[in-house]
């Protein structure tokens, strides 16, 4: 593996990674389901808030009957995310998100290439609307587009 390019549960990540706020980033990417958001109303400055956490199922480490979450964050360190869910015979990639200042440097092409190295005989899909990720991942091939 990439010595810049890390690996971790998502549990991990959230632990090591406390200034990010991941759950917003994860919502913000459309994976609505995984995250809950709270409104609040700020009386004094007249203003709504919005504060996020993931759902407890995805962060539990415990199996649910025949069934496990096993969610893993790929990243670079304060660059670039990408947030997939292992299952089966295939791989669901929820969350592709570079940091706004890192964008067009290369980084997710990086980290989707790094994940087909990580798992060669995997199906790995993505959902996606983004146009410049749509062409990262028919570059690659390896990748199957949901959504196109």
């Not at 890390?6 to 759950?23: I, R, S, V, Y």
């Not at 808030?49 to 539990?60: A, G, P, V």
């Not at 790094?114 to 798992?119: A, D, Q, S, V």
């Amino acid at each position: 593996m990439n010595k810049t390019i890390k690996n971790q549960k998502l549990t991990d990540f959230l632990k090591n990674n406390k200034e990010n706020n991941f759950a917003q980033i994860t919502f913000n990417c459309g994976a609505t389901s995984l995250v809950h958001r709270f409104n609040n109303w700020n009386h004094k400055t007249d203003e709504l808030l919005h504060s996020y956490t993931f759902n407890e199922l995805i962060l539990d480490d415990e199996d649910i009957g025949d069934w496990k979450y096993s969610y893993y964050v790929l990243f670079v360190p304060n660059k670039t995310y990408l947030m997939y869910e292992i299952e089966d015979n295939k791989i669901k990639i929820w969350v592709c998100y570079t940091e706004k200042q890192e964008r067009g440097k290369g980084h997710m092409t990086n980290l989707l290439n790094e994940l087909i190295l990580i798992y060669p005989d995997k199906k790995i899909i993505i959902h996606t609307f983004d146009t410049v990720l749509i062409n990262i991942c028919k570059k690659l091939k390896q990748i199957e587009l949901f959504r196109q």
